[in-house]
């Protein structure tokens, strides 16, 4: 899947490159896409999990500006930033869901109640 930066943020241009909604492989959450939603696989810091980013959870990216020292993330009902150094240890599988994308889980706020 091919990203570009708008305004400095990092989102995804499926639209442009035809590129389609799941990922497929396992990135580090500090890496994704703005309005995508992905699940947590991986995340090895106790602090973290206990803020409730334990592997099966799912998350969207709601802001995520590389030139920013952090990305505010969606989990649940709740907004976190996370910094850029405590996202990158956690690993997450793509699930799509931008309005860019097509293949992925949407825009269903259900799925995330």
């Known amino acids: 899947m091919r990203w ?3 305004y400095g ?3 995804c ?3 442009i490159g ?3 909604g799941k990922g497929g492989g396992l990135v580090p959450l500090a890496e994704g896409f703005e309005g995508h939603h992905y699940e947590i696989v991986e995340s090895p810091d106790r602090h973290i999990r206990e803020m409730g980013f334990f ?3 799912r998350v969207r990216i709601i802001r995520n500006v590389p030139s920013e020292h952090g990305l505010v993330v969606g989990l649940g009902r709740s907004r976190y930033v996370l910094g850029r150094s405590a996202a990158a240890l956690i690993r997450v ?3 799509g869901g931008c309005r860019h994308c097509h293949g992925g889980i949407g825009s269903d ?3 995330f109640a």
């Open 55 to 57: 592997p099966g959870a």
């Open 93 to 95: 599988a793509d699930l």
């Open 4 to 6: 570009r930066f708008r």
């Open 13 to 15: 241009s499926s639209l």
């Open 18 to 20: 035809g590129g389609g």
């Open 9 to 11: 943020h990092r989102r």
């Open 109 to 111: 706020s259900t799925a």
